[in-house]
T-cell receptor
Framework: KNEVEQSPQNLTAQEGEFITINCSYS?????LHWLQQHPGGGIVSLFM???GKKKHGRLIATINIQEKHSSLHITASHPRDSAVYIC?????????????FGEGTQLTVNP | KAGVTQTPRYLIKTRGQQVTLSCSPI?????VSWYQQTPGQGLQFLFE???????NKGNFPGRFSGRQFSNSRSEMNVSTLELGDSALYLC??????????FGPGTRLTVT
């Protein structure tokens, strides 16, 4: 079993819909990251969380440390949001910046 | 501030050859991490360097090595290339263990 599990693997939405991507982890962590990867490979860090909730524009990320679960929400989705969204964790037991990744969620937003 | 840069962006090598990839972090960032991304295995951590010292190492064979210079630039080397080494190689820089900033990646094809 992977230490980081994401769901769904693939998600298709219509423009304007509210989208939720989930991430569950089975290990102790010091931080959780949400990343966005567009075709071509470049990765952008969207959020780094260790507790609570963060919001940036139409994106909201939450984390529940007790339940080992995080969600990424996109409000009023747009075709430019189409990308792979990746959940990654920094394990509590390791020092440094090493990340362990989920398999990613391929999001397609149709106009 | 300039972002993380990686060179070369694309590379084609033959089995048995060796390859060196370069990563220049954001100015002031002392940590550089390397990741391999393949369709089958997803994103996997290779190693992390901090102030010229390897701080973490992933589960890769000894053919994969790296180093960091006094200006924080980092190189990774893969010797005796195998077909399975074809991948997108990403580096990310950070200040200590904080949020990571990813480079555009080097796409390596081994034939």
């Amino acid at each position: 079993k992977n230490e980081v599990e994401q769901s769904p693997q693939n998600l298709t939405a219509q423009e304007g819909e509210f989208i939720t991507i989930n991430c569950s982890y089975s290990v102790g962590i010091s931080a959780l990251h949400w990343l966005q990867q567009h075709p071509g490979g470049g990765i952008v860090s969207l959020f780094m969380l260790s507790s609570g909730k963060k919001k940036h524009g139409r994106l909201i990320a939450t984390i529940n440390i007790q339940e080992k679960h995080s969600s990424l929400h996109i409000t009023a989705s747009h075709p430019r949001d189409s990308a792979v969204y990746i959940c990654a964790v920094r394990l509590r037991e390791t020092s440094g910046s090493r990340l362990t990744f989920g398999e990613g969620t391929q999001l397609t937003v149709n106009p | 501030k300039a972002g993380v840069t990686q060179t070369p962006r694309y590379l084609i090598k033959t089995r048995g050859q060796q390859v060196t990839l370069s990563c220049s972090p954001i100015s002031g960032h002392r940590s550089v991490s390397w990741y391999q991304q393949t369709p089958g295995q997803g994103l996997q951590f290779l190693f992390e360097y901090f102030s010229e010292t390897q701080r973490n190492k992933g589960n890769f064979p000894g053919r994969f090595s790296g180093r960091q210079f006094s200006n924080s630039r980092s190189e990774m080397n893969v010797s005796t290339l195998e077909l399975g080494d074809s991948a997108l190689y990403l580096c990310a820089s950070s200040m200590s263990s904080y949020e990571q900033y990813f480079g555009p990646g080097t796409r390596l094809t081994v034939t």
